[in-house]
């Protein structure tokens, strides 16, 4: 079960559940990344957290989520704007 706790400022606060998933971390946030795009809980043009507050959240290692989310951004899952977002 993945968490969208709050959607403000254009931020979403999504944070996932790794357990769930199999691999290193930062697979393990790609995949849950690409299940709640494919379910529709995240939607085209919502922002996701920064790789600080993830990393925060996850209790990880910022370059877990950096690599994740370039990951990600490899896949056509995402994609990032500097000063905008991800």
Not at 18 to 31: A, C, H, K, Y
Not at 49 to 78: C, K, Q
Request: aromatic share 4%; charged share 25%.
């Amino acid at each position: 079960m993945h968490t969208i706790k709050d959607k403000s400022a254009n931020c979403m606060d999504w944070v996932p559940t790794l357990s769930e998933w199999q691999g290193p971390m930062f697979l393990r946030i790609v995949d849950a990344l690409a299940a709640d795009i494919a379910s529709g809980r995240l939607n085209r043009g919502e922002r996701l957290p920064t790789h600080r507050a993830l990393a925060s959240a996850l209790d990880l290692d910022l370059t877990t989520v950096t690599r994740a989310y370039g990951e990600a951004r490899r896949r056509g899952l995402l994609e990032a704007r500097v000063g905008q977002g991800t």
